[in-house]
């Protein structure tokens, strides 16, 4: 089985679009969050852990890897979306007038657009790709990442689509185990 996990919350207090700017780190309760991960992952045979190399990804598998002994190796593949890093450092307020039309186009169809430096889809078959080359038939891996690139593989390894993009999204250190198949089926 692969468990994505999105990491914990991040300590962010001037509400900026962080994507991979270097310095933020889980916030106090991000840290509870990823130890809860990690208390439900303890059960689990878990052979190995790759995150991105984002610094909240990373102490989130860190923190995973503590309670499995297992450790923690990277792979770029698994870090934000580019969009995401477009807008890096900008306020979410002032988004809509930094980048006017952006964020709504994203809320109305994350699927359509054309400013971004990475589809939707190709984020999903980035993360995706991950996925596929580690599952292993000897014990569970664990994929510590981000929200979009966690969602949208999900959607494309089960074959759900992105229609309703918004609803199910993943939660701060959450994981979500997957089957591997033709399609992927949650576990």
């Not at 207090?13 to 990823?34: N, R, T, W």
């Not at 923190?63 to 900008?90: K, Q």
């Not at 964020?103 to 999903?124: C, G, N, Q």
Request: negative net charge; charged residues 25%; aromatic residues 8%.
């Amino acid at each position: 089985m692969i468990f994505f996990v999105r990491h914990g919350e991040v300590l962010n207090p001037d509400h900026v679009v962080y994507a991979s700017l270097d310095g933020f780190d889980l916030s106090p309760l991000g840290e509870v969050q990823a130890d809860r991960a990690a208390r439900a992952l303890a059960d689990h045979s878990i052979v190995a852990i790759w995150s991105s190399p984002l610094r909240r990804a990373l102490h989130t598998a860190r923190r995973i890897a503590s309670a499995s002994g297992v450790p923690v190796e990277t792979d770029a593949d698994l870090t934000e979306w580019a969009l995401s890093d477009r807008w890096a450092g900008v306020g979410w307020d002032d988004l809509p007038d930094v980048f006017p039309g952006e964020l709504e186009a994203y809320l109305a169809d994350p699927t359509d657009l054309p400013f971004s430096p990475e589809s939707l889809r190709d984020l999903a078959e980035r993360v995706a790709r991950v996925a596929r080359r580690v599952a292993r038939d000897d014990g569970d891996v664990v994929l510590v990442s981000h929200q979009d690139p966690i969602h949208a593989a999900v959607r494309l390894l089960t074959g759900t689509g992105f229609d309703g993009y918004f609803r199910d999204r993943p939660e701060h250190a959450e994981p979500i185990g997957l089957v591997p198949g033709d399609p992927w089926t949650l576990g």
